[in-house]
């Protein structure tokens, strides 16, 4: 066991828990000011329920190895999951260590989702689903890309730290929910606008902070792999959030701070499958790809479709996903990673295949359960909230509560 590695990836599962109440306020100022509360209650109330639901089952349902659907039941409540390493996953750091930094995976997947339904759903329906979202969509796919004997990890498929996993699986999650719930009350006559820009900024600097651990932890090793990691997201992030201003620039004569706050995080987005797989110059195409992809995805798209993703958890998360989990298999290179494989462009085409194969299996899966889930809860509880309650807004009708208090 080594002192250093484990270090860094305690270090690193403090960072990507930070990423949730970044995310938090990330969407939260995006929302009305009647719902701020409602948002970061959804994003904390995930990482109790998560945290939970992690330690008793969700860890076992995910990586327990043997299985190539799910992991089954042999660690519930970590029994067996231990102090010592455990070889498969992480030879120099304890077991612990592992499944407490892929519990922070599990935390942050679903909440990304809350970006489509923004505004407009219970929150008892909301922990139902969330809770069932994560048992039965989250863990299995877990198993296929990451768990020993997982039938997409057989099948070769690259994702370094969640592109399929976190990014293409809650994108998906997220349309089909928006799809579902439908749009938000008198949207065509009052069109939303972010009431704190200040807060998206925020939420931004703290989500590309903690996408640190998220993309160089997955190393699960203070080592090279981890400064490869490190620095292509870093580039990559910078290549996006600098492409999406001037994108804004040219289409409407203006950069925005919104815009290139978007930009940064598509970039983050893409580069996650891709970060412990290929070296600087693809990290910047990959960047600047990304932001010309999702930003026709949210500000062309979105718009004639007519889909109420209220935060834009498909156009950023879903699209920019699928965009970095393929170009993996574009980029990817051995001499990065000799773990890894060799993409398209040095010489093996059939890895670009089987990160579309896992990018097709990940998207029709999780559409069709995703879809039932929601039926399930909506059929039992009622997902949606009272059309007055709507437009009173979540913090006052679900949880009693006002994020701005003006003094007389």
């Given at each position: 066991?080594?002192?250093?590695?484990?270090?860094w990836?305690?270090?690193?599962?403090?960072?990507?828990?930070l990423?949730t109440?970044?995310?938090?306020?990330f969407?939260?100022?995006?929302?009305?000011?009647?719902?701020?509360?409602?948002?970061?209650?959804q994003?904390?109330?995930?990482?109790c329920?998560?945290?939970?639901?992690w330690?008793?089952?969700?860890?076992?349902?995910?990586?327990?190895?043997g299985?190539?659907?799910?992991g089954?039941?042999?660690?519930?409540?970590?029994n067996?999951?231990?102090?010592?390493?455990?070889?498969?996953?992480?030879?120099?750091?304890?077991?612990q260590?592992?499944?407490?930094?892929?519990?922070?995976?599990?935390?942050?997947?679903p909440?990304?989702?809350?970006?489509?339904?923004?505004?407009?759903?219970?929150?008892?329906?909301?922990?139902?689903?969330?809770?069932?979202?994560?048992?039965?969509?989250?863990?299995?796919?877990?198993?296929?890309?990451?768990?020993?004997?997982?039938w997409?990890?057989?099948?070769?498929?690259?994702?370094?730290?969640?592109?399929?996993?976190?990014?293409?699986?809650?994108?998906i999650?997220?349309?089909?929910t928006?799809?579902?719930?439908?749009?938000?009350k008198n949207?065509d006559?009052?069109?939303?606008t972010?009431?704190?820009?200040?807060?998206?900024?925020l939420?931004?600097?703290?989500?590309?902070?903690g996408?640190?651990?998220?993309?160089?932890?997955?190393a699960?090793?203070?080592?090279?792999?981890?400064?490869?990691?490190?620095?292509?997201?870093?580039?990559?992030?910078?290549?996006?959030?600098?492409?999406?201003?001037?994108?804004?620039?040219?289409?409407?004569g203006?950069?925005?701070?919104?815009?290139?706050?978007s930009?940064?995080?598509?970039?983050?987005?893409?580069?996650?499958?891709?970060?412990?797989?290929?070296?600087?110059?693809?990290?910047?195409?990959?960047?600047i790809?990304v932001s010309i992809?999702?930003?026709?995805?949210v500000?062309?798209?979105?718009?004639?479709?007519?889909?109420?993703?209220?935060l834009d958890?498909f156009?950023?998360?879903?699209?920019?996903?699928?965009?970095?989990?393929l170009?993996?298999?574009?980029?990817?290179?051995?001499?990065?990673?000799?773990?890894g494989?060799?993409?398209?462009?040095?010489?093996?085409?059939?890895?670009?295949?089987?990160?579309?194969?896992?990018?097709?299996?990940?998207?029709?899966?999780?559409?069709?359960?995703?879809?039932?889930?929601?039926?399930?809860?909506?059929l039992?509880?009622g997902?949606r909230?009272?059309?007055?309650?709507?437009?009173?807004?979540?913090?006052?009708?679900?949880?009693r509560?006002?994020?701005?208090?003006?003094?007389?």
């Amino acid at each position: 066991m080594n002192t250093g590695d484990t270090a860094w990836v305690l270090i690193c599962s403090a960072l990507v828990l930070l990423m949730t109440p970044a995310l938090a306020f990330f969407y939260g100022g995006m929302v009305r000011k009647k719902n701020i509360l409602s948002v970061l209650m959804q994003c904390f109330i995930i990482m109790c329920v998560l945290s939970i639901q992690w330690v008793l089952f969700g860890y076992s349902l995910s990586f327990h190895p043997g299985q190539g659907f799910w992991g089954g039941f042999g660690w519930l409540g970590l029994n067996g999951v231990g102090l010592e390493p455990y070889a498969d996953y992480a030879p120099t750091i304890p077991h612990q260590a592992f499944m407490i930094f892929q519990a922070m995976f599990a935390i942050i997947t679903p909440a990304l989702i809350i970006g489509a339904f923004a505004e407009r759903m219970k929150f008892s329906a909301f922990l139902v689903f969330t809770l069932l979202w994560a048992t039965f969509v989250y863990d299995p796919l877990c198993h296929w890309v990451w768990g020993i004997g997982g039938w997409l990890r057989n099948l070769g498929a690259l994702d370094f730290a969640g592109g399929t996993v976190v990014h293409i699986n809650a994108g998906i999650a997220a349309l089909v929910t928006a799809l579902v719930i439908g749009r938000r009350k008198n949207l065509d006559s009052n069109t939303p606008t972010p009431h704190n820009l200040p807060f998206v900024v925020l939420g931004t600097g703290l989500l590309w902070f903690g996408w640190f651990g998220f993309n160089a932890g997955s190393a699960l090793a203070a080592n090279g792999l981890a400064v490869n990691a490190f620095v292509v997201t870093n580039t990559a992030a910078a290549a996006a959030g600098l492409s999406w201003a001037l994108i804004e620039w040219m289409r409407n004569g203006k950069p925005t701070i919104f815009g290139t706050a978007s930009g940064a995080v598509a970039g983050l987005v893409a580069i996650t499958p891709a970060a412990g797989f290929v070296s600087v110059v693809p990290a910047i195409i990959i960047g600047i790809m990304v932001s010309i992809i999702c930003f026709i995805a949210v500000s062309v798209i979105k718009p004639k479709l007519g889909y109420d993703d209220s935060l834009d958890a498909f156009g950023v998360h879903c699209v920019g996903g699928i965009w970095g989990a393929l170009a993996t298999g574009l980029f990817a290179s051995k001499v990065v990673n000799s773990a890894g494989a060799d993409g398209l462009f040095f010489g093996n085409p059939k890895q670009f295949l089987v990160q579309l194969a896992a990018v097709l299996v990940t998207i029709v899966y999780t559409a069709i359960v995703t879809f039932v889930i929601y039926k399930l809860v909506d059929l039992i509880f009622g997902i949606r909230v009272k059309e007055n309650e709507e437009l009173i807004g979540l913090d006052l009708t679900q949880h009693r509560e006002r994020a701005y208090t003006v003094l007389e």
